[in-house]
């Protein structure tokens, strides 16, 4: 069994859920959505203050490349073994992936660098910072969404659902695709205007092959 990332949780690998282990309940979508905004929420505040810090020159540009590159990559690696079911749940994809995604992000941590001492204001600092924890939680949905399996008979599908933000045409877009077979939409915060701003959530079930048509396209 893998470790949990949630004390006092553990992942059932059958189900895909977090189980609690003194009800024995699974952690409901809601409340994993939530830790998912409050994880959001985390590394844009630890971003945040690197980023403050640099632009009130109280830590020095070389200092805040290498702390920003060290919270981006905790960030993705956080949000890769939330999706993965635990640390121990992380496989050589997983870190693959997750350092593909940190080394474009630290490629483009030093064109931030050079706007900010060209004079970007705070408030524009702090928004690109925050979009680096943006990016981190796309790993929670294609860890999430790599590991689901339809049992035999079974069809996976997909739908993307609008959080609770202002929407990209691209997002109102797959929204209103409705139900499609697993993989075909994109996971959130990917091939969209919004990128790493995006909110919204890929809700997933299985259906009988056989009627699997009867679902596509449709919201139900």
Known sequence: MAETILPGYRYDE???RYISQKTGRPVSKRDMLLLLAALLLLF???LGALTM????????QAVWLEQMRQEITTAHLTNRALGAGGWDGMTIADNTAVRER???DSRR?????????AGLTLAQALARAGMYAG????QFWDAQ????????????????????????????????????????????????????????????????????????????
């Open 14 to 16: 059958k189900t895909g």
């Open 44 to 46: 844009r505040e630890r």
């Open 53 to 60: 810090a640099f632009h009130e020159g109280a830590i020095a």
């Open 102 to 104: 940190v080394q474009d």
């Open 109 to 117: 941590l030093g064109d931030f660098a050079v706007a900010i001492v």
């Open 135 to 138: 990016t981190a939680r796309v």
């Open 145 to 220: 969404r790599e590991r689901q399996a339809p049992g035999d008979g079974m069809m996976l599908i997909e739908k993307r659902t609008l959080g609770a933000s202002e929407h990209c045409p691209d997002c109102l877009e797959y929204h209103a695709q409705g139900w499609q077979r697993a993989g075909v939409l994109p996971s959130p915060g990917t091939q969209s205007v919004c990128l790493a701003n995006c909110q919204c959530v890929i809700e997933s079930k299985e259906v009988p092959a056989l009627i699997a048509g009867e679902w596509i396209g449709t919201r139900r």
